[in-house]
């Protein structure tokens, strides 16, 4: 049965939450969602799934028969796969805004309602039904430059011309950052616009790091710099979750972030860079996967971007491969990070980190001593000169 067979209208949101969702991947039924009496929010695999399917979460939703019930913390009664399906920050605030516009508290809206708003737009490849819509037509596309300024109007207040349309194009996003998601020359891009605390060449500056950080080895989605007459441009990268099939056609990837399959929140800094190399060789089952990550840990830490929480590293399922894969690397940017701290930290240490600290987490994940003194000096030297930069245009 497809969603179109499911829908519910936003406004009757006040009789009709649901008490259970059917998840799917690929239209394919996954298992199914329940509201529990207590609150948190229950999980059962279908037996279909079971016979040939995979883990959505390895180390929290084992392939096999019986009831997973989740801690009301840290996702508020959900398991953190499903969590990554629902919108934060930016999305979060678009579909606060108009729920409160159609009478509707948000904070009575349960999760199992929120993930029925997501339907089939979340990140990665799993969907939900019924599905919940605001029965909204995309309008024509605006401006960049256009929504740009609604987003900032957004933000600044509790209203927006085109609000509408901002939730459309990017109501699921993650991220604090204004953003949409615009289809172009056949593929899904994801185009940032400036906060009000950012600098006004915030584009600029993250796509210098994109390509810095591809020129350290590190894999990268496809990025460009999209053109606006009111600054140096909008920074835009193809979503690594989508990729063409072979006889046409889009085929949704399976994502999970390295907070929800370690159950643990990214709102919450307590994460350090040696459990994340665990986590890495232990889904992965390779060291090349392992390098990846040392080179993201090392160009985070001399490239000054210390918003390196739990939802910004993730995994890839590939089904050809039925092997789980580092993600390309996303979120880069100058940050100065809370107290002016990693987020992930360095051998416990969130701040003052030094090349030894690097090269001790890396030969103690397994790699060779030359070969991580090697990339950390390289990535070092490549990153002095961003940041020298990146300080001119914030100056």
Avoid at 87 to 115: C, F, H, K, N, V
Avoid at 140 to 168: G, M, P, R, W
Avoid at 216 to 238: D, H, N, Q, T
Avoid at 343 to 349: H, I, L, M, R, Y
Wanted: glycine share 8%; net charge negative.
């Amino acid at each position: 049965m497809s969603a179109q067979d499911h829908r519910v209208l936003a406004t009757d949101l006040a009789a009709h939450q649901p008490k259970q969702l059917r998840v799917l991947l690929h239209d394919r039924l996954v298992g199914r969602l329940a509201q529990t009496p207590e609150g948190p929010v229950a999980f059962e695999y279908d037996r279909g799934w079971i016979a040939d399917g995979f883990s959505l979460s390895p180390l929290s939703l084992p392939l096999e028969q019986r009831v997973f019930i989740p801690n009301w913390l840290p996702f508020e009664g959900l398991w953190g796969i499903f969590d990554d399906s629902l919108p934060d920050g930016w999305g979060r605030l678009l579909l606060d805004r108009l729920l409160r516009r159609q009478g509707l508290d948000p904070e009575a809206i349960t999760a199992l309602t929120r993930l029925a708003i997501v339907g089939n737009g979340g990140m990665g490849a799993l969907s939900y039904e019924p599905v919940i819509t605001t029965e909204k037509e995309p309008a024509t596309v605006s401006s960049l430059d256009a929504l740009a300024q609604d987003a900032l109007k957004v933000l600044e207040t509790n209203d927006a011309h085109n609000l509408d349309e901002l939730f459309i194009r990017g109501g699921s996003s993650g991220g604090a950052r204004p953003k949409i998601v615009a289809h172009i020359e056949d593929a899904d891009w994801l185009i940032k616009f400036p906060a009000s605390i950012d600098p006004p060449d915030s584009g600029e500056q993250e796509y210098r790091y994109a390509l810095t950080a591809h020129d350290c080895g590190i894999e990268m989605p496809e990025v460009r710099l999209f053109p606006s007459a009111r600054c140096a441009g909008y920074f835009g990268v193809k979503r690594f979750d989508r990729r063409p099939k072979a006889g046409g056609g889009v085929e949704r990837l399976h994502v999970a972030s390295a907070g929800a399959l370690l159950e643990t929140s990214h709102r919450i800094p307590s994460l350090d860079y040696e459990v994340l190399m665990r986590l890495t060789l232990n889904l992965t089952k390779s060291f090349e996967e392992l390098e990846q990550l040392y080179r993201l840990m090392c160009f985070n830490v001399f490239a000054h971007n210390r918003d390196d929480h739990a939802k910004n590293f993730a995994f890839i399922y590939y089904p050809e491969l039925a092997a789980w894969r580092l993600s390309p690397a996303f979120d880069l940017t100058y940050s100065i990070g809370m107290a002016g701290e990693h987020a992930t930290t360095v051998n416990g240490k969130g701040r003052d980190t030094t090349l030894a600290d690097l090269v001790e987490l890396g030969m103690n994940a397994g790699l060779s001593r030359a070969r991580c003194q090697e990339l950390a000096i390289m990535i070092q030297e490549k990153a002095a000169l961003l940041t020298l930069h990146t300080e001119h245009l914030r100056a």
